[in-house]
């Protein structure tokens, strides 16, 4: 009975699977057939979202690259090394480079006031030394007039008894026969074109208000005669800070300002090992590199293109801005700034941006106001860290992220809204030019090496390479987090313009849905 049992039941397993084999196959559901084309059209949306993002991106890193871009903000346009302009650019860079080398030959421990030095001349400012006798203060003037072409060097110790005839010539015994009060200036302060003045704020009152007006209008009163001053560049020197409330006006005359050292134990081998004449204070053309002559034209020619073709961003400005009213507002004693002072320091931004081959500053190049904002040379220090800490924020990512979302939010409401969209599509482009910005200043940033900094004409190897250390990680992780920022913006971006659909748009940003 088992075994019939088994029998019938094979038979009709065989007999039903044959009837479901003659039978034909049942059509695929309709709500299928949309489900599978749905999935499609979202899947090539957002491949062409994707898509076009990655062409954005790539061209925005071309035109990084192309523009020159190395410390700070993108340069204007390609073109700014190119053709006629652009080879003399580079040779004036060269030959700037050349006389750094020349100034510094001989010298140790001197790197820093060798650039703020010729950094002050090419802005037509005067550079103030603080320290004490035998530090190479006066040599560093002398170096500079013998880089300059045919230039007249004037050099003067002034005391408390100082009379203006020791630096601005003897009356002339003729003009007074002649019932005139003029002086013989040749040879004198008023037709120098570098000169040094050690000791100089013994400077007295018969001298202050003559030596001020050459200082900043570089004119001088000749009887009834107000003549032009050549003077290119003045180093004061001195052991110690201004004591009375006269001198504060000569004091802010010297935009840039440096506290000179002994040499230190680590150096003093080196100094002690030089030959002869370089022991004592080689001349620029001594020995090693060749003298390099700069005309009054190139100095000029500096000035005139950093003023006309070199901007300042508005991360820059702003950095500038907080940095003085920290100074004058939450330190204590309050540090003054004047607005002189803050307009002329911008100016010599401008300067070290142009030099270095840029026509933007960098907020890198801001690291020089160390050296132009303090009252007391212990302050320079607070104002390094203070730009150093500013430097390695995070530059609002936390604040762009937020605003992304809302934008993310206010696109997946507007529901086809055309005004609506165009608003959105003008934010959105806004904030991605404000992330390509922020990009730029840190593309020096190669793998946290900060080469832009490490390479910058104006700072010193030591003073480049420990801000470079203290930046150089913090710059890698901000600009990963920034480029993630860009590529969401952009994702944005270029959905709003393709009108693609909220809940595409949810899976392409799935971080704000």
């Known amino acids: 009975a088992t075994h019939r ?20 196959p049942c059509a695929e559901p309709e709500w ?5 084309e749905q999935d499609a059209a979202i899947s090539a949306e957002e491949d062409a979202v994707r898509g076009r993002v990655r062409e954005v991106l ?9 523009s020159g871009v190395a410390s700070g903000a993108a340069t204007v346009g390609a073109g700014a090394g190119a053709g006629a302009a652009g080879d003399a650019r580079s040779a004036l860079m060269d030959k ?17 006031e060798v650039r703020l030095l010729l950094l002050a001349a090419c802005c037509g400012e005067h550079l103030l030394l603080l320290g004490p006798p035998g530090t190479a203060k006066s040599e560093l003037g002398r170096r500079l007039s013998a880089l300059c072409d045919g230039g007249l060097f004037f050099e003067r110790l002034l005391t408390r008894f100082s009379v203006p005839e020791e630096l601005f010539g003897p009356l002339s015994m003729r003009g007074l ?5 003029v002086r013989q200036i040749d040879g004198y302060l008023p037709t120098a074109n570098v000169a040094f003045v050690d000791e100089i704020f013994k400077a007295n009152s018969a001298i202050l208000n003559s030596l001020l007006t050459i200082l900043n209008e570089r004119l001088f009163d000749n009887g009834s005669e107000r003549i032009n001053v050549p003077l290119l560049c003045l180093v004061g020197a001195s052991n110690e800070l201004p004591e009375s409330e006269e001198l504060d006006a000569l004091y802010d005359r010297f935009l840039l300002r440096s506290s000179v050292e002994q040499v230190s134990a680590a150096g003093l081998g080196k100094l002690l090992a030089l030959k002869g004449e370089t022991a004592i204070g080689a001349r620029a053309g001594g020995a090693g590199e060749a003298t390099v002559v700069l005309r009054p034209e190139d100095f000029s020619n500096i000035r005139y293109e950093a ?8 991360n820059v400005i702003e950095l500038i801005s907080d940095l003085r009213t920290f100074l004058q507002e939450k330190c204590e004693p309050p540090v003054y700034v004047s607005d002189r002072r803050l307009l002329k320091a911008v100016q010599l931004l401008r300067v070290a941006a142009y030099t270095n081959g840029r026509d933007e ?9 160390t050296n132009v904002l303090w009252q007391r040379p212990s302050e320079s220090v607070m104002i390094k860290d203070w730009i150093l800490e500013r430097l390695a924020q ?5 604040q762009v992220q937020y605003l992304l979302a809302g934008l993310f939010g206010r696109a997946c409401r507007a529901d086809g809204d055309t005004d609506e969209c165009k608003q959105l599509l003008k934010e959105a482009s806004s904030l991605r030019q404000v992330l390509t910005s922020q990009l730029n200043s840190l593309r020096g940033a190669q793998g946290g090496s900060l080469p832009a900094l490490r390479e910058h004409l104006w700072l010193s190897p030591a003073d480049a390479s420990r801000a470079a250390q203290t930046l150089g990680p913090m710059f890698s992780k901000v600009r990963t987090n920034l480029e993630n920022l860009l590529e969401e913006t952009l994702t944005l971006e270029v959905a709003l313009e393709r009108n693609t659909e909220p809940h595409i748009l949810a899976l392409l940003m799935p971080n704000y849905w």
């Open 5 to 24: 049992s088994c029998a019938v039941s094979r038979a009709r397993g065989a007999s039903m699977r044959g009837r479901r084999a003659m039978r034909a």
């Open 32 to 36: 299928k057939v949309k489900q599978r």
């Open 58 to 66: 790539e061209s925005i890193n071309a035109s990084s690259s192309s």
């Open 96 to 112: 700037v480079k050349r006389a750094t080398a020349s100034l510094e030959y001989g010298l140790v421990e001197r790197e820093t």
């Open 177 to 181: 026969e002649n019932d005139q009060y």
């Open 307 to 314: 003023a006309e073709n070199t901007t300042v961003p508005s």
């Open 361 to 369: 500053v960098s907020e890198f190049d801001t690291l020089l106001l």
């Open 394 to 398: 995070d530059r609002g990512t936390k």
